[in-house]
């Protein structure tokens, strides 16, 4: 007998609370990543009225289930946002970009009024940087961006072989002391060529589902 994985059994776990949140007639803010995949599965269950997504991938699963994709520019502010992250701190600050699809992950859930953060509580963290810091770069400013990293005390490794949906290359950082995610993340954006930085404390998580064997915590923060 097959029995199911328990990160993918919590996974479920967290996306199936983060449900009860989605309201029929939303459109819904959807993020990217094998959590959020679990939350797409169990959204033919709610008549949404469609979605914003966060990326080309999760675009295309959300149009297998029928359901309508939004341009941002088209809808104003949404109600909701709900991603994973790859760490979230005590006060909902996050690391996120693994599946590097940061940027639009960013823009989707600065103009929603609410995030919903869903993770396992190996995820959680007192202090962010343990997970590199995935750092989005117009690709003709690669290197004297990962030289300005370098100066900042990180250590820059280029994803190789990965274009972001905007076309552009990715940093992942490690090494970096994040004693203050929003002072980092506003230092991190002003280096000419970064278009976006894997640290959201501007877009800090409002409720965090966490996910462990014991079952769902909800944190507000
Ligand atoms: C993608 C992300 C994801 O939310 C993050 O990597 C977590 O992914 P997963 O749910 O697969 O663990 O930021 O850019």
Not at 105 to 133: H, N, Q, W, Y
Request: glycine share 10%; charged share 25%; hydrophobic share 45%.
């Amino acid at each position: 007998m097959s029995q199911i994985d328990p990160k993918l059994a919590q996974k479920q776990a967290a996306a199936t609370a983060a449900l009860d949140y989605v309201e029929d007639d939303m459109i819904l803010g959807v993020g990217t990543g094998s959590t959020v995949n679990c939350l797409i599965e169990l959204l033919s269950s709610v008549k949404l009225k469609g979605a914003v997504s966060s990326s080309k991938v999760t675009e295309d699963k959300l149009r297998a289930l029928g359901i309508e994709i939004f341009d941002l520019n088209s809808v104003g502010e949404l109600d909701l946002y709900i991603d994973g992250a790859d760490e979230i701190d005590d006060l909902g600050n996050m690391i996120k970009g693994g599946g590097g699809a940061l940027t639009r992950e960013k823009i989707v859930a600065a103009a929603s009024k609410r995030f919903i953060c869903m993770v396992d509580d190996t995820k959680t963290v007192k202090t962010l940087g343990k997970f590199p810091v995935a750092i989005e770069v117009l690709p003709q400013a690669r290197s004297y961006v990962a030289r300005k990293l370098v100066e900042m005390g990180g250590e820059p490794v280029y994803r190789e072989g990965f274009v972001t949906d905007y076309g552009n290359v990715i940093l992942d950082t490690y090494g970096l002391q994040i004693d203050n995610p929003a002072q980092l993340e506003a230092q991190l954006n002003n280096i000419v060529g970064v278009v976006c930085n894997g640290i959201f404390a501007a877009q800090a998580a409002h409720i965090m589902l966490k996910a462990s064997e014991q079952g769902v915590d909800t944190v507000k923060f």
